[in-house]
Every structure is written in structure tokens, then in C-alpha cells.
């Protein structure tokens, strides 16, 4: 259902746009993303993956010039049942400068779908392969990020260097709020991942058979080269979480204390740490299993 807008003051409108008005009010977005089970997908190759992924749209929201290309990717999501009354998923239409009044930015990449936040699944399926024919063996886990840029380039690391699921810490930023959904190119939605309830939870993860490596500058820490040489990593069923700790601090005390192993990444030049989502994909690149 394709509908033009020119004038934002037309009645009914304001309802059609609830879900994108305000776009820069952070409170906001957390109240519709968490409360509404709702998140926003961001440039056309996003939603195509958000779609692909089987996640169902509200409603789209674009520039006229992106109509035709989103046509058949549109065609194909309207099927999946986006609105809970059954009815069709509206594609809302409206020249650049009204995009830019109704969120409040300037839409660059000129569409934008509101989509229905999936059901996270346990942590004990997601470490089982829910989402695949085979059991996760190479597990990120982000402790407490704050920067949403942060975690969505360690999801695009790890979809690109064979991490086979993501487990966030209860404080973690939202893998799908929307600045993590565009910097993850949409691999967020590639990348089997749920949030943990409670953390440390190590002992699920020994339970799994994982060894646990916590990411820290620590006296006893052993470099990742030794680490990903040692038996933990090399055995034919290693099955290996590795921990990142939040931007500026790091891992907490109690999570280096609960994992198997302390690892840093050897430094040169006088530096002493990367930045998390270089570490991360250092680390995943070392942890990679050989196909």
C-alpha cells in the first residue's frame, strides 16, 4: 500500500508516522524499541537483510527514487505478516526535505522500515546451533559497550571471521538500535545472538564445554598467539568464548576471575590497548577455524 506524502499536517498522518517521528530523541527511541518491540532498519541493503532474515515490517518509509529498486524486496516482505491487524504494510513515500522533518535527520541512505523486534531465544539454543545445522564453537561476548558503533562492528567482524553467535551482557547497547543496524551493515541479523539475563555465567558456558578467554591487560595474561596455539583453541571440538569489555574500563574484576584464561593482544609502538572493535576483530581473525 503505497502512500504519498506532501503535506505532514493532513489528517491521519501523524498516525502513519509514529514510529520514525523524533528520531533524534534517544529516550524515545529506547521507549519504542523496547516497550513496542520495534527497532529501525536503515538503507535499503539493511532491510533487505533484515527481510531475508525473516523479520517483519511495520511500514517502510523512503524517498520516491528508491521505490522502484526496493519494489521486489518490498513485495516480498509485505507477505510476512508485519501488522498485527492483518492489514498492509504501508510504504510511505515523501520527498527528501519531509523525510528530513519527520525524523529529525538527513536520511543519506533514503529509506527506512520500521521493523518488529524477533523474540530472543535462549542462550542455551543460540550456543546450540538454533540457527544452524551445527553447534556454535567460536562465541563473542560483549560486556556492557555503551557506544551502539561499537557493537555493530564487532557484529560485522564477527559475521565476516566465522564467529557463530554473539551473547550481549544485560547493560550492553542494543545490537538493534539503529546506528548498530547501519555500522553492522545488517549482519546483525546474520549472526545468531541473544542477551544474557545474568553475567558472569560462566558456569553455563563450562556446561556447554566452552573454555572461557577474557580479553584484559592482566600480569598473568598469555598473548593471543599463545592462546589460540594452546589446546583450548587447537582440539577438534574446542568450543571457545572469548569476552570484551566495555569502552574505557574493560572487563569487570569478577568476569576475568570467572574465565578460564586472561589474553591480551601483544602491542608495539608504546600502546597498550585497541579500541574494542579493533580488538574484537584482531581477536575473531585469530580464533578463526580453518575451513
Not at 562465541?139 to 564477527?158: C, M, P, Q, W, Y
Not at 545474568?198 to 599463545?226: C, I, N
Request: glycine letters at 8%.
Amino acid at each position: 500500500m503505497i502512500i504519498r506524502l506532501e503535506n505532514l499536517d493532513e489528517p491521519g498522518t501523524a498516525a502513519l508516522l509514529e514510529d520514525y517521528t523524533r528520531l533524534t530523541d534517544v529516550a524515545l527511541r529506547r521507549r519504542l524499541e523496547t516497550e513496542r518491540g520495534l527497532y529501525m532498519a536503515e538503507s535499503s541493503k539493511v532491510i533487505a537483510r533484515a527481510v531475508d532474515a525473516g523479520h517483519a515490517p511495520r511500514s517502510f518509509l523512503m524517498a520516491e527514487r528508491y521505490l522502484e529498486e526496493l519494489g521486489p524486496m518490498i513485495a516480498a516482505a509485505v507477505g510476512t505478516g508485519g501488522r498485527a491487524d492483518g492489514g498492509e504494510v504501508p510504504v510511505l513515500v515523501a520527498p527528501e526535505p519531509v523525510l528530513k522533518q519527520i525524523t529529525g535527520f538527513h536520511l543519506h541512505r533514503g529509506a527506512l522500515a520500521a521493523m518488529n523486534r524477533p523474540a530472543l531465544l535462549p542462550v542455551a539454543q543460540v550456543l546450540a546451533g538454533a540457527h544452524s545445522e551445527a553447534k556454535a564453537r567460536r562465541v563473542a561476548i560483549l560486556e556492557d559497550l555503551v557506544d551502539h558503533t561499537n557493537v555493530g562492528a564487532a557484529f560485522r567482524s564477527a559475521a565476516a571471521l566465522g564467529i557463530d553467535a554473539v551473547l550481549v551482557t544485560p547493560y550492553c547497547a542494543d545490537p538493534l538500535y539503529r546506528r548498530s543496524v547501519r555500522v553492522s551493515m545488517g549482519t546483525v541479523f546474520q549472526v545468531p545472538w541473544t542477551r544474557i539475563e545474568r553475567w558472569p555465567a560462566t558456569d553455563e558456558l563450562h556446561a556447554a564445554g566452552f573454555t572461557v578467554a577474557a580479553m584484559a591487560l592482566a600480569d598473568d595474561a598469555v598473548s593471543l598467539d599463545e592462546f589460540v596455539a594452546s589446546p583450548a583453541c587447537t582440539g577438534e571440538d574446542s568450543r571457545v568464548a572469548v569476552v570484551l569489555g566495555t569502552e574505557g574500563d574493560g572487563l569487570a574484576q569478577r568476569t576475568i576471575a570467572s574465565a578460564d584464561a586472561v589474553v591480551r593482544i601483544p602491542m608495539a609502538g608504546g600502546v597498550d590497548s585497541l579500541n574494542v572493535a579493533a580488538a574484537a576483530a584482531v581477536t575473531f581473525w585469530a580464533l578463526r577455524i580453518p575451513a
